[in-house]
Protein backbone atom coordinates (compact mmCIF):
# COMPACT_ATOMS: atom_id res chain seq x y z
CA UNK A 1 0.00 0.00 0.00
CA UNK A 2 1.40 3.23 -1.06
CA UNK A 3 1.79 6.28 1.29
CA UNK A 4 -1.17 8.14 1.01
CA UNK A 5 0.25 11.13 3.14
CA UNK A 6 3.26 11.76 4.53
CA UNK A 7 4.39 13.41 7.93
CA UNK A 8 7.32 15.03 8.94
CA UNK A 9 9.12 13.24 11.63
CA UNK A 10 8.44 15.39 14.73
CA UNK A 11 4.66 15.07 14.25
CA UNK A 12 5.12 11.08 13.60
CA UNK A 13 6.65 10.99 17.02
CA UNK A 14 3.95 13.46 18.53
CA UNK A 15 0.87 11.16 17.59
CA UNK A 16 2.72 7.73 18.74
CA UNK A 17 3.29 9.84 22.23
CA UNK A 18 -0.64 11.00 21.93
CA UNK A 19 -1.69 7.48 21.02
CA UNK A 20 0.59 5.92 24.32
CA UNK A 21 -1.24 8.10 26.41
CA UNK A 22 -4.46 7.60 25.32
CA UNK A 23 -3.38 3.36 25.17
CA UNK A 24 -2.34 3.92 28.71
CA UNK A 25 -5.73 6.02 29.29
CA UNK A 26 -7.68 2.83 28.50
CA UNK A 27 -8.21 3.29 25.10
CA UNK A 28 -6.99 0.19 23.91
CA UNK A 29 -8.15 0.68 19.78
CA UNK A 30 -5.01 3.50 19.61
CA UNK A 31 -2.76 0.72 19.68
CA UNK A 32 -4.11 -0.43 16.45
CA UNK A 33 -3.87 3.01 15.03
CA UNK A 34 -0.39 3.40 16.45
CA UNK A 35 0.78 0.60 13.87
CA UNK A 36 -0.77 2.01 11.26
CA UNK A 37 0.92 5.05 12.04
CA UNK A 38 4.50 3.41 11.49
CA UNK A 39 3.13 0.90 9.01
CA UNK A 40 2.04 4.19 6.57
CA UNK A 41 4.80 6.09 7.80
CA UNK A 42 7.59 3.68 7.70
CA UNK A 43 8.46 4.35 11.19
CA UNK A 44 10.40 2.26 13.71
CA UNK A 45 7.65 1.22 16.21
CA UNK A 46 8.57 2.44 20.06
CA UNK A 47 9.39 0.16 22.53
CA UNK A 48 5.54 0.55 23.93
CA UNK A 49 3.94 -0.92 21.04
CA UNK A 50 6.36 -3.97 20.37
CA UNK A 51 5.93 -4.68 24.07
CA UNK A 52 2.60 -4.54 23.54
CA UNK A 53 2.61 -6.78 20.59
CA UNK A 54 4.92 -9.05 22.00
CA UNK A 55 2.12 -9.54 25.55
CA UNK A 56 -0.68 -10.54 22.74
CA UNK A 57 1.66 -13.02 21.15
CA UNK A 58 2.33 -14.57 24.29
CA UNK A 59 -1.66 -14.24 25.63
CA UNK A 60 -3.00 -15.78 22.06
CA UNK A 61 -0.10 -18.68 21.99
CA UNK A 62 -0.91 -19.43 25.67
CA UNK A 63 -4.69 -19.64 25.19
CA UNK A 64 -5.00 -16.84 27.27
CA UNK A 65 -6.86 -14.68 24.61
CA UNK A 66 -8.81 -16.78 22.28
CA UNK A 67 -8.33 -14.47 18.73
CA UNK A 68 -6.87 -10.84 17.75
CA UNK A 69 -10.43 -9.48 18.07
CA UNK A 70 -10.08 -10.27 21.86
CA UNK A 71 -6.58 -9.19 22.45
CA UNK A 72 -6.95 -5.76 20.49
CA UNK A 73 -10.41 -5.23 22.14
CA UNK A 74 -11.68 -4.76 18.49
CA UNK A 75 -15.79 -3.84 18.98
CA UNK A 76 -17.75 -4.33 16.15
CA UNK A 77 -19.90 -1.50 14.75
CA UNK A 78 -21.80 -2.06 11.89
CA UNK A 79 -20.71 -1.02 8.04
CA UNK A 80 -22.34 2.09 7.85
CA UNK A 81 -20.61 3.31 11.35
CA UNK A 82 -17.09 1.87 9.98
CA UNK A 83 -17.75 3.63 6.69
CA UNK A 84 -18.54 7.08 8.08
CA UNK A 85 -15.82 6.52 10.59
CA UNK A 86 -13.49 6.15 7.73
CA UNK A 87 -13.92 8.65 5.90
CA UNK A 88 -13.82 11.18 8.89
CA UNK A 89 -10.15 9.17 9.37
CA UNK A 90 -9.52 9.83 5.33
CA UNK A 91 -10.36 13.82 5.87
CA UNK A 92 -8.16 14.42 8.77
CA UNK A 93 -5.40 12.59 7.48
CA UNK A 94 -5.89 15.05 3.76
CA UNK A 95 -6.01 17.96 6.35
CA UNK A 96 -3.12 16.86 8.21
CA UNK A 97 -1.24 16.56 4.85
CA UNK A 98 -2.18 20.25 3.93
CA UNK A 99 -1.08 21.55 7.16
CA UNK A 100 2.36 20.01 6.80
CA UNK A 101 2.74 21.44 3.58
CA UNK A 102 1.89 24.82 4.35
CA UNK A 103 4.53 24.40 7.11
CA UNK A 104 7.21 23.05 4.93
CA UNK A 105 6.78 26.10 3.27
CA UNK A 106 6.93 28.24 5.72
CA UNK A 107 3.11 29.13 6.40
CA UNK A 108 1.96 30.40 9.40
CA UNK A 109 -0.87 27.77 10.97
CA UNK A 110 -3.68 30.27 11.37
CA UNK A 111 -6.80 32.17 9.91
CA UNK A 112 -5.73 32.34 6.61
CA UNK A 113 -4.22 28.97 6.55
CA UNK A 114 -7.70 27.67 7.57
CA UNK A 115 -9.50 29.67 5.16
CA UNK A 116 -7.31 28.17 2.42
CA UNK A 117 -7.25 24.43 3.46
Given amino acids: MPIEYELSDESVIEGLEELRNEFQSGHSD ?3 HAIILCAT ?3 V ?19 LTKDLNEAFKYKKLNVATRAKNYRMDKRFMQVMKLINAA ?15
Fill in 103 to 117: KREGKGIGDALYEEI
Fill in 30 to 32: RLW
Fill in 41 to 43: QQA
Fill in 45 to 63: MPDWIVDELLRIDDELRSG
